[in-house]
């Protein structure tokens, strides 16, 4: 979802006079329509988006944990994941020189939670995950409802140092396609707090999906769910009991939405709810309390204060997208709202990749990218006056400021349905997906051909947006009653909203 490119420039084809109607073009949307929605509403079927997460390509990012190679100490051997394979161009024989970020990724100290033990001898790694094992052992112990839950062995079989090294860098290849909030140049699993390097790693588990494997990592992570959430959320909390302030929090903040993410995924209803009624809320409060979606650059940030800031603008962009697509698959009333979201959008992914600050440097000043707001965009694209001046700056849009707004226009969506709003604004909400229609058109055909593959969850955006003016044609004539979708009752099984799209099977003008 981060833009990787900049595609600045304006499509001659997509220029148009003044008097000629910017709403009258119907584009071709894309390749991704009912089928994918098909696939991942249905409650039936388990592992789709790890399925598709391990069939995309991957893309190459350095920082000190994904250029590591695993221990050679311990004499323990990989269970599920060869990473020979995975680290094979990573390798770095010049990494004693690489240049890392102090106090980034770090720990707060002994005794902030999570804090790791001074290890003496030995793989630092290892020792830090049987730390993390011993800490998720005694918090079972001391809850009732988890006692007896979290089996020692089974955890430190899945999680172990090259296990580990190789579901980091799973994940960070991976990382276009789903929650791209870690840094990685600076990201060090020696130093991040342990719910973090926790919830990183089943990431990059989930990430390592094999199918038909006897031991599936994305399979066996799932069994640590009940024991890792509740874990991470009262790690969090511990440290909003702290008081010490936002810099404190954004790496248990992190854990928590790479976790309510991991949740999302799982189509049994009591885990859904769960992360989507209990933990979400905490983290979106963290966000609200702390502005988080107001956050700005500013001109002359050196690379730490930069990178400081751009943590904060992703970890509330993505609660917020997470919050929209919840809000669509559950009919779970949105918690965050779009005009909060005056902040800036993310930055394109070649500012934020940079390995050095020399780098960073470069690249901030030679991108030359205006910088992008969510809550303006939205207000463009649906407003009364559509100009010839608006159409082409927002033709500067790449898909994945265009993937944000098609997660954005689900709480529109379901608040035009729910508050029974008059027909003209129905009618101003099509014009206004019309318009993201030309939007998505010109942005994808700037994007280079062999860089598409690139795209990651934003190529589903077509598909969202085409479901959205399905919604609001089943509202708007009358045919809402037929689904018990449209009675707008939250349900964590996806179930209802499955039966709406699988009704909409027979139609041929989706994209596919």
């Given at each position: 979802m981060d833009c990787a490119y900049s595609w600045l420039c304006n499509d001659p084809s997509?220029?148009?006079?003044?008097?000629?109607?910017v709403d009258s073009k119907k584009p071709d949307p894309g390749k991704l329509g009912l089928p994918f929605l098909l696939r991942n509403f249905d409650s039936t079927t388990e592992f789709e988006n790890e399925r598709d997460a391990a069939q995309q390509p991957e893309s190459i990012v350095g920082g000190p944990s994904t250029r590591m190679s695993p221990e050679s100490n311990t004499g323990e051997r990989m269970a599920f994941v060869d990473p020979a394979m995975l680290l094979s161009n990573y390798i770095d024989?010049?990494?004693?020189?690489?240049?890392?970020?102090?106090?980034?990724?770090?720990?707060?100290?002994s005794g902030a939670p999570g804090s790791p033990a001074l290890i003496v001898s030995g793989d630092t790694l290892e020792g830090r995950l049987d730390l993390l094992s011993q800490e998720l052992e005694i918090y079972s112990l001391r809850k009732p409802k988890l006692s007896g839950s979290f089996q020692r062995e089974s955890f430190q079989s899945l999680f172990t140092s090259e296990n580990v090294r190789a579901f980091v860098v799973a994940f960070?290849?991976?990382r276009h396609y789903h929650l791209p909030i870690i840094h990685w140049p600076t990201f060090d699993i020696l130093k991040a707090p342990l719910p973090l390097l926790l919830s990183v790693a089943m990431m990059g588990a989930a990430f390592s999906h094999t199918p038909g494997a006897e031991n599936d990592p994305a399979v066996q992570v799932r069994t640590f769910h009940s024991i890792s959430g509740p874990y991470i959320f009262s790690s969090l909390q511990k440290q909003i009991d702290l008081n010490s302030g936002i810099d404190s929090l954004l790496e248990y903040c992190q854990a928590a939405l790479l976790m309510i993410g991991l949740g999302a995924w799982m189509k049994d209803e009591e885990t859904r709810r769960t992360f989507l009624c209990k933990y979400r809320p905490k983290l979106t409060r963290v966000i609200r309390d702390h502005q988080l979606a107001q956050v700005e650059h500013e001109d002359g940030e050196t690379w730490p204060s930069f990178i400081r800031k751009e943590l904060k603008i992703r970890l509330a962009s993505w609660t917020f997208y997470i919050d929209c697509l919840a809000t669509l698959s559950t009919n779970h009333p949105p918690l965050l709202l779009l005009s909060e979201m005056c902040g800036q959008s993310p930055c394109i992914a070649g500012i934020w990749d940079a390995e050095t600050e020399e780098d960073f440097l470069k690249r901030r000043a030679e991108a030359g990218v205006t910088s992008h707001r969510l809550v303006d965009q939205m207000s463009e694209l649906m407003?009364?006056?559509?100009?010839?001046?608006?159409h082409l700056e927002c033709s500067q849009l790449s898909p994945y400021h265009l993937h944000a707004m098609s997660c954005a226009f689900m709480p529109v969506v379901f608040n035009l349905h729910a508050s029974k709003f008059p027909e003209s604004h129905s009618a101003a909400l099509f014009r206004a997906l019309d318009r993201w229609d030309l939007l998505w058109d010109s942005a994808f055909k700037q994007m280079p051909e062999d860089q598409r593959k690139w795209l990651g969850v934003a190529r589903n955006s077509p598909g969202l947006i085409w479901l959205s003016r399905r919604i609001l044609d089943a509202g708007r004539g009358g045919e809402a009653k037929k689904w018990r979708y449209f009675q707008r009752i939250p349900s964590y099984t996806t179930a209802d909203v499955f039966e709406f799209v699988r009704s909409l099977d027979g139609e041929q003008n989706y994209p596919v």
């Open positions: 997509h220029r148009q006079s003044p008097a000629e109607p024989p010049f990494l004693d020189t690489y240049l890392r970020l102090d106090d980034v990724y770090d720990d707060l100290g960070s290849r991976k407003s009364d006056d559509w100009t010839e001046a608006q």
